[in-house]
């Protein structure tokens, strides 16, 4: 018996419904699984650095040091030599010995790098972190050490580095003090002001040999080397260095120029070369 119509409307309707269903599964099964995770950070490349051999003068660091020291670095170390690497004037910004605001700043008036610090301080900071992290990849035994103000007025507070030096020099620790000099006719060019609180050693003459030497009594015996401290002298912070500094383009391949060599020479003079 033939089926009433409104029965046959409503059988070819269930039939089209069911059908625009089955199309609707297959084509959502078929669409891309969608990742509701955030999306992983962007991977950084390495800086591939192409830095020039070292010579004197410098095409990177300037001229070295107008007074030359004459003192050698004998004294053996371990190749696990405790180093810890500081930046210099970091506990002593709007006070006495803030640093160089360098030639940039002080003569061609350009804004400093960061208003809080002197542009010395903001470089040694830049270099100080390239050369822990470079130091560690080469298998040295390095940390760093930075101050947890910027502004420490009294010098024998346990947290400054005069005060941390000359506890940790005390125990064995070496300690290297990273600085940028003042722009000529102030500065002197790069170097190293070696500590005179212990035996001059392997270490201190590999950086001597890399960067320069001052006088073992540069100035009449700075607080720093006082206490055991090793102050690197990278460079006067004027002319190519503080311009390849400045470059956006070529900051961050100049830092790790400068940084690997400090870490090339620590790594000679503990015998991991």
Request: charged letters at 20%; proline letters at 9%; hydrophobic letters at 35%.
């Amino acid at each position: 018996m033939p089926l009433p119509g409104w029965i046959r409307s409503r059988r070819i309707s269930l039939t089209i419904s069911l059908t625009t269903l089955s199309l609707l599964v297959l084509a959502k099964a078929a669409e891309t699984p969608r990742n509701w995770l955030p999306n992983p950070p962007e991977r950084k490349e390495p800086v591939v650095a192409s830095c020039p051999a070292i010579t004197n003068p410098d095409p990177l660091m300037g001229p070295r040091t107008r007074i030359p020291g004459r003192w050698k670095g004998v004294a053996p170390v371990s190749p696990d030599l405790p180093i810890v690497v500081m930046a210099g004037h970091a506990d002593s910004q709007n006070m006495d010995g803030s640093g160089t605001p360098g030639y940039a700043v002080d003569v061609l008036k350009q804004r400093p790098m960061d208003g809080r610090m002197r542009d010395e301080l903001y470089w040694n900071f830049k270099v100080q972190q390239k050369v822990v992290q470079l130091g560690r990849q080469r298998g040295l035994n390095i940390s760093g050490y930075t101050p947890p103000s910027l502004t420490i007025r009294n010098h024998r507070d346990p947290a400054t580095n005069w005060t941390q030096a000359k506890m940790r020099s005390a125990r064995g620790d070496y300690i290297l003090e990273i600085h940028f000099d003042a722009y000529s006719p102030y500065g002197f060019g790069s170097g190293l002001i070696p500590a005179i609180n212990r035996r001059l050693n392997v270490v201190d003459e590999s950086l001597a040999i890399a960067f320069g030497r001052f006088p073992s009594n540069f100035r009449g015996g700075l607080g720093g080397p006082r206490r055991g401290i090793g102050i690197l002298e990278i460079g006067m912070l004027q002319g190519e260095l503080e311009n390849r500094l400045r470059d956006p383009s070529r900051r961050e391949e100049t830092i790790q120029c400068l940084a690997s060599r400090v870490v090339d020479a620590l790594a000679r003079g503990v015998g991991r070369s």
